[in-house]
């Protein structure tokens, strides 16, 4: 079984790296649905592979100069805060019982949907804010605006781990369309984290992180995402993204069903 895993980390860092969509909305359902893991046992174990992988993506774009800081400081302000509520409220709730498994179940299932639209409808929404200025936002209003988004995705990914990569990068989009795509990306995986850090030590205190699956994750997904990422340019995006946001709505019925 725990050369399955690596096998299912190097699979899923195939895919994060030919795609560029985060981790989480491919690894948790993957634990949930294939292995019959606890749904709160994946999420804290996908959280801390999240946080570590992610810490290496932002070194790299900290040295291309890709991360807009004043962004992350202000969706810090947001996500930090409601992870530390979010995880509160799983202790308080019991984040291992039955009934909130099934709602974590269900989180993940809508997690996985704004991943599907935010992989189909994230160019066009981007090409319609580049050509009406005048909805953009600015000042006060934009920083307030960034701060909420930060809030909503760092419940998010407490309860789910799913939204700090497709689903973030689609609000910093919407808020931020004048970020080239590599900005977007940087900034993106800069600011989850310390999110994804501190959700992940959520899950710890909760007793919901596996650490062998944690490792038997890494072992496969180093290897995985180093030859995505070479391999990246020579798979036509339209194909990958249409095959992803495909098999990831079927994976969000079955989490329903």
Not at 62 to 78: A, E, F, P
Not at 134 to 141: A, D, P
Not at 143 to 161: E, F, N, P, R, Y
């Amino acid at each position: 079984m725990t050369l399955t895993y690596a096998i299912s980390g190097f699979a899923v860092g195939l895919l994060v790296g030919l795609t560029g969509v985060g981790g989480g909305s491919l690894m948790t359902p993957l634990l949930t649905l294939l292995f019959g893991i606890n749904p709160a046992v994946a999420v804290g174990t996908d959280l801390a592979f999240a946080s570590v992988t992610k810490t290496a993506g932002t070194f790299a774009h900290r040295i291309k100069n890709t991360v807009h800081w004043d962004i992350v400081k202000l969706l810090c302000m947001g996500a930090l805060p409601a992870a530390v509520v979010a995880a509160i409220g799983l202790k308080y709730f019991g984040a291992l019982d039955k009934e909130i498994n099934q709602i974590i179940r269900y989180s993940i299932a809508g997690s996985v949907l704004l991943t599907v639209i935010a992989l189909l409808f994230r160019a066009k929404m981007q090409a319609w804010l580049n050509a009406h200025p005048e909805k953009h936002l600015h000042g006060r209003s934009l920083a307030i605006a960034t701060v909420v988004s930060g809030a909503v995705l760092g419940t998010l990914v407490t309860i789910s781990s799913i939204g700090a990569g497709a689903v973030g990068a689609t609000l910093l989009v919407l808020l931020y369309p004048r970020l080239s795509s590599a900005e977007i990306a940087g900034t993106d995986i800069a600011y989850a984290v310390p999110l994804t850090a501190i959700a992940a030590f959520g899950h710890w205190w909760l007793g919901s992180i596996d650490w062998n699956l944690l490792a038997m994750l890494l072992l496969g997904s180093v290897p995985g995402i180093t030859i995505g990422s070479l391999a990246a340019r020579a798979v036509p995006e339209r194909f990958l993204r249409g095959l992803l946001a495909t098999t990831l709505t079927g994976v969000a019925a079955k989490l329903v069903l």
